[in-house]
Structure formats: structure tokens, C-alpha cells
């Protein structure tokens, strides 16, 4: 079964700052990686996601994220926040095959401050 | 990009009384799933379904929950009865491929 552990449950950065928001893993197969953002009441809207290939993944707004198999971690990252990237984010694992089934990390809640 | 629709977005229900979330998913999409996540923490798998059945549910999915999609309309999600610990943001998501598309969520409160 796949799991997800967000470590830092609430994170703050001043703008202009750079980001790393912590992802740790567990699956025993190949695993699809997912970052997500949650703005209050909001859905979900999809930053990046890892299949396969370059390590390294580029996703919208200047986030990125590195798959790193030996160390089982997707670690979002940012070069330089900015204040509307206050929000909640949360990391994902799914199989990638059978049912797809989305394993959510608990979510770091971001707030970037002046 | 594909979207999938929530109506209603919140909606508030008496304790006991049966209420039905509604799911337009992405119009060619054939994998259906319901999450449910109570304010303040992660979301969690319900159920999700394919060709007309419940592939997977989780512990979550207590006997009063159940879903459908009736006719290739709405994907749903019925609660009956409902109780307090209901109260939660539910959302429903598909997909054709390896994509999955996430609506915004129907906040339910159950007073």
C-alpha cells in the first residue's frame, strides 16, 4: 500500500525567498508523483506530476520537483515565492496502474509573508 | 482544460435526512472516484467506480454511502442517512487515462 508523509505541517518564507516543501513516499512499485495546490475553498489544481524520465520535473508558476528513488522523496520547489503562493499543498502518490488510486499527503500549509 | 463539475458547491443537510451529491466528470472519461476531506486535513480515498460498479472502497465508505451514475449522467454520491461526522468537503474526480481531473468540491454540512 502506498503512503505519503508531508513532514513540516505549516512552512514560512519571506517573498523573494526560496522554497522547498518536504515529500516522502512509500510504494514498492514504480510510483506516480503529484503535487497539488489548494487555495481556501478551492479544488485541487495540479502543479507538476513524475512518470517517468528526467528526475527533475517542471510544473506551472515556477514550481519544480525531484524524484530521487534512493531516498523515496518528491520535494517541491521554488526559486523565488511569491505572496499568492500562500496556500496548502499537498503531495500524492498513486499506483499508476490498477485503479489509480490517489494517496494524499496530511498537506503543508505555505504563508509567505512581506 | 477538461473539467469536472460539482454541483452544488455547498450544500447543508439535517442530520438523518438523505442528501446526493451530483459529479459531471469529463465527457469521454470512464474511471470515477469520490474523496472526501474533513477542513484542515488531507483528502482521503472513498470509492471508485467503472462500468457500473464499485472497483475499490475504502473504510471510509460506510453502508450508507452509495454511488452511481445512472445512464451515463451524473456520477453520485448518496449519504442515507447522513450523520454530524459527514460534514466534509467531497470530491469527485475522473479520468480516461493516466490523468486524473479533481472538480472544485461540494462542501457538505450536516447540522
Known amino acids: 500500500a502506498q503512503s505519503v508523509t508531508q513532514p513540516d505541517a505549516r512552512v514560512t518564507v519571506s517573498e523573494g525567498a526560496s522554497l522547498q516543501l518536504r515529500c516522502k513516499y512509500s510504494y514498492s512499485g514504480t510510483p506516480y508523483l503529484f503535487w497539488y495546490v489548494q487555495y481556501p475553498r478551492q479544488g485541487l489544481q495540479l502543479l507538476l506530476k513524475y512518470y517517468s524520465g528526467d528526475p527533475v520535473v517542471q510544473g506551472v508558476n515556477g514550481f519544480e520537483a525531484e524524484f530521487i528513488k534512493s531516498n523515496s522523496s518528491f520535494h517541491l520547489r521554488k526559486a523565488s515565492v511569491h505572496w499568492s503562493d500562500s496556500a496548502v499543498y499537498f503531495c500524492?502518490?498513486?499506483?499508476?496502474?490498477?485503479?489509480?488510486?490517489?494517496?494524499f499527503g496530511a498537506g503543508t500549509r505555505l504563508k509567505v509573508i512581506a | 482544460g477538461p473539467k469536472v463539475l460539482q454541483i452544488p458547491s455547498h450544500q447543508i443537510i439535517d442530520m438523518g435526512q438523505m442528501v446526493t451529491l451530483n459529479c459531471d466528470p469529463v465527457?469521454?472519461?470512464?474511471?470515477f472516484y469520490w474523496y472526501k476531506q474533513i477542513l484542515g486535513q488531507q483528502m482521503e480515498f472513498l470509492v471508485n467506480?467503472?462500468?457500473?460498479?464499485?472497483?475499490?472502497k475504502s473504510k471510509l465508505f460506510k453502508d450508507q454511502f452509495s454511488v452511481e451514475r445512472p445512464d451515463g449522467s451524473y456520477f453520485t454520491l448518496k449519504i442515507q442517512p447522513t450523520a454530524l461526522e459527514d460534514s466534509a468537503v467531497y470530491f469527485c474526480?475522473?479520468?480516461?487515462?493516466?490523468?486524473?481531473?479533481f472538480g472544485k468540491g461540494t462542501r457538505l454540512t450536516v447540522v
Open positions: 467506480f467503472y462500468n457500473g460498479k464499485v472497483m475499490e
Open positions: 474526480a475522473s479520468r480516461r487515462n493516466t490523468e486524473v481531473f
Open positions: 500524492a502518490v498513486s499506483a499508476g496502474t490498477g485503479n489509480y488510486k490517489y494517496v
Open positions: 465527457s469521454n472519461h470512464l474511471y
